[in-house]
C-alpha cells in the first residue's frame, strides 16, 4: 500500500524533473499584530513561539509536504531537502524560510474525523512569513520567481501596515458545557491494567492519556487565546497549526522535544508533577516532596535514561545537566536539562525520530507501552504529544511536545492530557493531575 500523501504546492505543479524552483525576498518591518496576521481559517495558518521570544507567523502554502507510514520523518526529510534545495533566498538569515508542521503521536495514523487534516506527518513552507526576534521583525514572501515573490512582498507590506499595531484582546469564547470520553471509573480500569502489566515486568512506564471535550458558547478565536496563554505562561512554547477551514491544533507545552543549530543539541527529561502551593513555602513543601519521591524520580530517570541511551550514537559529547524543579502557573515539574554535541552532519529530523516518543509522552520499553496505549485508551491521540515545531534548508530546528494542547473544530474544542503510570502509581493521584494539565486552556476558555 502507498501511504504517502505526496506533496502539494499551490502556486504551481511540480515539473517533471523536479521540484520546483522558489524565490523568496525579505523585508524588515515596524513592529506589526502577529495575532491579526493569523486571524482567519480560510487559509493555511501557523504560528510558533519559543519561551526565549522568538515569534514567527506563516499564512498561505509556498509548498505542503505529507507522509504516512513508518518512513514519515524519512520522506519528509527527503523531499523538502529537494525543494530547499531549489530555493534561492535573498535576505537575511533570521528572515529565511522554513517548514512548520508537525507529527502524529503514532505513525499509522490516519487523519479521519476529528483529526481531518492532520496527516500523520504535514508540513508546509508557508508563502507569506513574519519573524520577530532580537534581529527585528522581518517579512518574508515566496514566489515562483523574482517579480511574484517581490509583488507578494509588497502587497503583504501594505496590509500589515494598515493592520492595527495591537490587537484587542479577544474574549473568552465561554464554555457551554465538557464532555469526558473517559470517567473515573474507565481511567481506574486503564491504571489497573497498566499497573498488572508492571507488575507481571512486561512493562516499566506508561503514559496514559484523557480527552475532554469542550462546547463554546461563542466561537473561539484561537491567536487570542494563545495571547492570554502568554501571559499566564510566558516561559512555554506556543504553537497553532491550521489547514484551510478545517480544525486548528494549538497549545502551550512547557516541554522542548528538541532544538539543533549547526551541531549542538538541547533537550530535556521533564516527568513528574505536583500542584502549586498558595505560599512559597507551600510550594517548596509541594516541590520538595516531588524531588523526594522515589515513584517519581524513578518516572523520571526513565526519560532521562531514554534520552540519553538514544541520542548517545548521535553525539561526540552529551551532558545531562542537574535537575531542577519547572514551575508553571498551575503545575511543577521535575526537569533535567540535556545538550550534545552531534558527531556528523545530522538534520534535526534525525533527531526527532529518535527521540520521539520518549517517555515522557510514551513509556518504557516502548512496543509494550504502545499496546498499553491502544489497548486501554479511548480516543484518538492524533497530533497530541507529538512533535511540533520547524526546521529549515540547512536541517536546523527546534520542537516542542505537542502538550497541554487542544484542537478547536467548529465550536468544540478538544483538551487533551496525559500522565506517567509507574508501579505505585494510584489511579485517583494520578486522574488530578491529569486535571491540572487540562487546566492551563480550559481556564482560557471560561
Ligand atoms: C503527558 C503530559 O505531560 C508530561 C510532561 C510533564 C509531566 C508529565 C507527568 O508528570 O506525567 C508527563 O510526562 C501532558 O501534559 O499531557
Avoid at 471509573?185 to 516499566?204: C, F, K, N
Avoid at 528538541?258 to 513528574?272: C, D, I, M, P, Y
Avoid at 559529547?317 to 545538550?339: K, S
Avoid at 525520530?353 to 513509556?363: F, I, K, Q, S
Amino acid at each position: 500500500m502507498d501511504h504517502s500523501s505526496g506533496d502539494r504546492r499551490l502556486a504551481g505543479v511540480e515539473p517533471a524533473d523536479g521540484p520546483p524552483s522558489f524565490v523568496s525576498h525579505s523585508r524588515e518591518l515596524e513592529d506589526v499584530s502577529f495575532g491579526a496576521i493569523v486571524d482567519t481559517d480560510a487559509e493555511s495558518r501557523i504560528l510558533w513561539s519559543t519561551p526565549d521570544g522568538v515569534e514567527i507567523v506563516g499564512r498561505g502554502v509556498g509548498a505542503r509536504f505529507s507522509a504516512r507510514g513508518p518512513n514519515r520523518f524519512d520522506q519528509i526529510r527527503t523531499r523538502t531537502r529537494r525543494t530547499f534545495d531549489a530555493l534561492e533566498h535573498t535576505g537575511p538569515a533570521v528572515a529565511r524560510p522554513r517548514a512548520f508542521g508537525g507529527f502524529a503521536f503514532h505513525e499509522e495514523h490516519v487523519p479521519e474525523t476529528l483529526w481531518n487534516g492532520f496527516d500523520a506527518a504535514s508540513f508546509v513552507i508557508p508563502e507569506t512569513l513574519v519573524v520577530r526576534s532580537d534581529d527585528g521583525t522581518w517579512l518574508t514572501t515566496l514566489g515562483e520567481d523574482s517579480a511574484r515573490a517581490q509583488e507578494r512582498l509588497e502587497s503583504w507590506s501594505q496590509r500589515l501596515a494598515e493592520l492595527p499595531s495591537m490587537k484587542p484582546t479577544a474574549a473568552s469564547p465561554g464554555i457551554a458545557s465538557t464532555e469526558r470520553p473517559t470517567s473515573r471509573a474507565d481511567w481506574a480500569t486503564q491504571v489497573e491494567t497498566a499497573l498488572e502489566r508492571i507488575d507481571r515486568g512486561s512493562l516499566r512506564k506508561v503514559v496514559l492519556a484523557q480527552s475532554l471535550s469542550v462546547d463554546l458558547e461563542h466561537s473561539i478565536d484561537v491567536p487570542g487565546t494563545l495571547e492570554r496563554l502568554r501571559r499566564e505562561y510566558p516561559n512555554c512554547y506556543r504553537f497553532l497549526g491550521g489547514y484551510e477551514g478545517g480544525g486548528t491544533f494549538f497549545g502551550a507545552p512547557p516541554e522542548r522535544l528538541v532544538s539543533k543549530r549547526g551541531n549542538q543539541v538541547e533537550t530535556e527529561a521533564l516527568a513528574g508533577s505536583v500542584q502549586r502551593g498558595d505560599s512559597p513555602e507551600a510550594d517548596r513543601a509541594f516541590a520538595d516532596r516531588m524531588a523526594e519521591s522515589e515513584k517519581v524520580q524513578h518516572e523520571h530517570e526513565l526519560v532521562v535514561d531514554a534520552i540519553r541511551s538514544q541520542l548517545t550514537p548521535l553525539t561526540r559529547t552529551l551532558a545531562v545537566e542537574e535537575q531542577t524543579i519547572r514551575r508553571l502557573a498551575n503545575i511543577q515539574h521535575l526537569q533535567t536539562p540535556i545538550t550534545g554535541v552531534l558527531e556528523d552532519d545530522r538534520h534535526v529530523l534525525d533527531l526527532v525520530e529518535a527521540l520521539h516518543p520518549t517517555p515522557a509522552v510514551g513509556g518504557v520499553p516502548p512496543g509494550s507501552a504502545f499496546e498499553t496505549i491502544r489497548d486501554a485508551e479511548t480516543f484518538d491521540r492524533g497530533w497530541y504529544a507529538a512533535p511540533i515545531g520547524w526546521f529549515d534548508g540547512a536541517g536546523d530546528g527546534e520542537f516542542a511536545v505537542g502538550i497541554r494542547s487542544g484542537l478547536a473544530r467548529e465550536d468544540t474544542v478538544t483538551l487533551f492530557a496525559g500522565n506517567g503510570i509507574v508501579a505505585d502509581s494510584d489511579p485517583t493521584d494520578e486522574w488530578e493531575e491529569v486535571q491540572l494539565k487540562f487546566r492551563p486552556i480550559l481556564d482560557e476558555l471560561r
